[in-house]
């Protein structure tokens, strides 16, 4: 294998051995799904409850599951949603089901849901497989009634904790994860319990043993905990559910009664459902939701030493362009990607141009920056599902290659810079080229958005092993050769974490702090020694 020795971020050139025993080659993780281009997006969690007097008047199930649509795009392989009427601790209503969301939840599922509060999950599988057993989600019966949880992340210390949690002696039915938080949850805290169960005891000590990856939305019987892994890794917001017909725009106003709360992965959701942004879930922060409003109980700190790591991929390419992050929104951040690339990564053009749909913004920035005009050049069919893996090279270019269209009209003689946000297998971006080259361009210069992809990500992402990473195999000459463009290149790293920055109100860098680990390798808990790469 060959290694990119045009990224200075990376010792692979320096030290091939010993990089690569510190971050071994091959061996997939177990539930990973097979996909032939891009990375697959991770899960979405979901949580609402009413305020005031229950039952409540307010379609709790199905504002749940419009909040699930909304984050649809985090993962398509299962959804679950579980309500509770707030009344019985040993009842609580659940659905789920394998596949997207409008097909799990018809009407006789929603009515079926009724209640006062309850959470939801879509998944995309990291650590078990895609299978109805391990749909979120998770639900079990504890001592003090049931317990009710969503995941998006992946643990990193799986397999130690696994093996703590069985030695308590707990059983657990399935290879997940997210069970597994479920059943720490479930273990007394080290302090004991004097009058029953101490909830936010029980979650400080689940933080304690796993300090990440996760976004969690746990259910008891009358009330929701948000809670966000003390790195900020995976994102989480809430958001305020405001009588109807109340402005749902603008600063968010504490005097304004809410008619609910609600919690979200992405706030890209809130208002089809009215509701009001409100704010980020600090990392480490554990929030309480009940019918009488939302109470930050804690905020767990991180060890000293390390730094917030809020997934930069969030902006590059998994969440929808008009949610709100660090208080700024997604698609404004692409904007400025493209803006830095072009400042990075000049080149002489007629037209600036996007792969659709995520490279789009980008390309607005990089048009804005250099002054040369935007103009589509690919027409996407948004019925192609992924481009699973095929038998042949043949097939696989075929089958990305059937997603889209050349606009011949605003090709035809054209110098065209084609910016697209992210390169990981390298299977979308030649089989564009070749349309757009039959379709008259005269040059084709691709310029990326992030800078390559060189590491696996341990914290909820299916990115390639390394040696599917097209970029730990040429760098950006040879790749440029392989799939026929004029040029390209990416984006630096230090040029994307400037622009993620360029507008969050905070500066310090002891708040602010993104992950960076598949492009630099420097991973924010360090490289659990357990993991298998
Ligand atoms: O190098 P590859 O492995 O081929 O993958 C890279 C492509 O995959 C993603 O697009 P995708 O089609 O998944 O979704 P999008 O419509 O959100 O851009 C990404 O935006 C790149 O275009
Ligand atoms: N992508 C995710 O966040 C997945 C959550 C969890 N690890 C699972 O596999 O279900
Ligand atoms: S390694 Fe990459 S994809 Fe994974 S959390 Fe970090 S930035 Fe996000
Ligand atoms: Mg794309």
Same mark, same amino acid.
């Given at each position: 294998?060959?290694?990119?020795?045009d990224?200075?971020?990376?010792?692979s050139c320096?030290?091939?051995s010993?990089?690569?025993k510190k971050y071994?080659l091959?061996?997939?993780?177990?539930?990973?799904?097979?996909v032939?281009s891009?990375l697959?997006h991770?899960?979405?969690?979901?949580?609402?409850?009413?305020?005031g007097?229950?039952p409540t008047?307010?379609?709790?199930?199905?504002?749940?599951?419009?909040?699930?649509? @909304?984050l649809q795009?985090?993962?398509q392989?299962?959804?679950?949603?579980?309500?509770?009427e707030?009344?019985?601790?040993?009842?609580?209503?659940?659905h789920?089901?394998?596949?997207?969301?409008?097909?799990?939840f018809n009407?006789? @599922?929603i009515?079926?849901?009724?209640?006062?509060l309850?959470i939801?999950?879509?998944?995309?599988?990291?650590?078990?497989?895609?299978e109805?057993?391990n749909?979120? !989600?998770f639900?079990?019966?504890?001592?003090?009634?049931?317990l009710a949880?969503?995941?998006?992340?992946?643990?990193?210390?799986c397999d130690?904790?696994r093996?703590?949690?069985?030695?308590?002696?707990?059983g657990?039915s399935?290879h997940?994860d997210s069970?597994?938080?479920?059943q720490?949850l479930?273990?007394n805290?080290?302090?004991?319990?004097?009058?029953?169960?101490?909830?936010p005891?029980?979650?400080?000590?689940?933080i304690?043993?796993?300090?990440?990856?996760y976004?969690?939305?746990?259910?008891l019987?009358?009330?929701?905990y948000?809670v966000r892994?003390?790195y900020g /890794?995976?994102?989480?917001?809430?958001?305020?559910?405001?009588?109807f /017909?109340?402005?749902?725009?603008?600063?968010?106003?504490?005097?304004?009664?809410a008619?609910?709360?609600?919690?979200?992965?992405?706030?890209?959701?809130?208002?089809s459902?009215?509701?009001?942004y409100?704010r980020?879930v600090?990392? *480490?922060?554990i929030?309480?939701?009940?019918?009488?409003?939302?109470r930050?109980?804690?905020?767990?700190?991180?060890p000293? /030493?390390?730094?917030?790591?809020?997934?930069i991929?969030?902006?590059v390419y998994?969440?929808?362009?008009?949610?709100?992050?660090?208080?700024?929104?997604?698609?404004?951040?692409?904007l400025?990607?493209?803006r830095?690339?072009a400042?990075?990564k000049p080149?002489?053009?007629?037209i600036?141009?996007?792969?659709?749909e995520?490279?789009?913004?980008?390309?607005h920035g990089?048009s804005?920056?250099?002054?040369?005009?935007? @103009?589509?050049?690919?027409?996407?069919?948004?019925?192609?599902?992924?481009?699973?893996?095929? !038998?042949s090279?043949r097939?696989?270019?075929l089958?990305?290659?059937?997603?889209? *269209?050349?606009?011949?009209?605003?090709?035809?003689g054209?110098?065209?810079?084609?910016i697209d946000?992210s390169?990981v297998?390298?299977n979308?971006?030649?089989p564009?080229?070749?349309l757009?080259?039959n379709a008259g361009?005269?040059?084709v210069?691709?310029?990326?958005?992030s800078p390559?992809?060189?590491?696996?990500?341990y914290?909820?992402i299916?990115i390639?092993?390394?040696?599917?990473?097209?970029a730990?195999k040429?760098n950006?000459k040879e790749l440029?050769?392989?799939?026929?463009?004029?040029?390209?290149e990416?984006?630096s790293?230090?040029?994307?974490?400037? @622009?993620?920055?360029?507008d969050?109100?905070v500066?310090?860098p002891?708040?602010i702090?993104?992950?960076?680990?598949c492009?630099?390798?420097?991973?924010? *808990?360090?490289i659990?020694?357990?993991l298998?790469?």
């Amino acid at each position: 294998m060959s290694t990119n020795c045009d990224q200075p971020s990376s010792s692979s050139c320096q030290d091939g051995s010993q990089e690569l025993k510190k971050y071994p080659l091959g061996k997939k993780r177990f539930g990973r799904g097979a996909v032939e281009s891009g990375l697959t997006h991770e899960c979405g969690v979901f949580g609402a409850i009413a305020t005031g007097e229950w039952p409540t008047s307010l379609e709790i199930s199905q504002i749940i599951c419009w909040g699930l649509v @909304a984050l649809q795009h985090r993962g398509q392989e299962s959804a679950g949603i579980v309500t509770s009427e707030g009344k019985c601790t040993k009842h609580f209503n659940v659905h789920k089901g394998m596949g997207m969301i409008n097909n799990i939840f018809n009407d006789e @599922a929603i009515r079926k849901l009724k209640g006062n509060l309850g959470i939801g999950h879509t998944r995309y599988s990291t650590s078990a497989a895609s299978e109805e057993v391990n749909c979120q !989600p998770f639900v079990v019966h504890t001592a003090h009634g049931a317990l009710a949880v969503a995941h998006n992340g992946e643990l990193v210390n799986c397999d130690s904790l696994r093996k703590m949690v069985l030695s308590r002696g707990v059983g657990l039915s399935t290879h997940s994860d997210s069970e597994l938080i479920t059943q720490a949850l479930c273990l007394n805290p080290p302090e004991g319990e004097k009058d029953g169960p101490d909830w936010p005891a029980r979650i400080k000590h689940l933080i304690s043993l796993a300090p990440l990856s996760y976004s969690l939305v746990i259910m008891l019987r009358d009330k929701i905990y948000a809670v966000r892994d003390p790195y900020g /890794n995976r994102p989480l917001c809430l958001g305020k559910i405001l009588p109807f /017909n109340e402005p749902l725009y603008g600063e968010c106003d504490e005097s304004r009664q809410a008619e609910g709360w609600v919690v979200s992965s992405e706030s890209c959701g809130f208002l089809s459902i009215g509701a009001q942004y409100v704010r980020e879930v600090f990392p *480490g922060e554990i929030i309480e939701m009940t019918r009488h409003g939302i109470r930050s109980i804690d905020i767990v700190d991180r060890p000293a /030493n390390k730094a917030q790591a809020f997934c930069i991929f969030e902006y590059v390419y998994f969440a929808r362009a008009d949610s709100i992050f660090e208080g700024q929104m997604v698609y404004a951040v692409r904007l400025q990607c493209g803006r830095q690339l072009a400042i990075e990564k000049p080149v002489e053009a007629d037209i600036v141009s996007s792969v659709p749909e995520s490279g789009t913004a980008a390309a607005h920035g990089y048009s804005r920056q250099t002054g040369i005009s935007f @103009a589509e050049v690919l027409c996407k069919n948004r019925y192609v599902g992924r481009s699973f893996i095929q !038998p042949s090279t043949r097939l696989r270019q075929l089958a990305v290659a059937k997603k889209f *269209g050349a606009l011949s009209g605003n090709v035809r003689g054209k110098r065209i810079i084609l910016i697209d946000d992210s390169i990981v297998r390298g299977n979308t971006i030649g089989p564009i080229i070749k349309l757009l080259r039959n379709a008259g361009a005269t040059e084709v210069h691709i310029r990326i958005a992030s800078p390559p992809l060189l590491y696996p990500c341990y914290m909820g992402i299916n990115i390639p092993t390394r040696e599917e990473l097209i970029a730990n195999k040429l760098n950006p000459k040879e790749l440029a050769k392989h799939v026929g463009a004029d040029s390209l290149e990416y984006l630096s790293i230090e040029g994307l974490v400037k @622009a993620v920055r360029s507008d969050i109100k905070v500066k310090s860098p002891t708040i602010i702090g993104h992950c960076t680990a598949c492009l630099s390798g420097e991973y924010p *808990g360090g490289i659990p020694q357990e993991l298998e790469w």
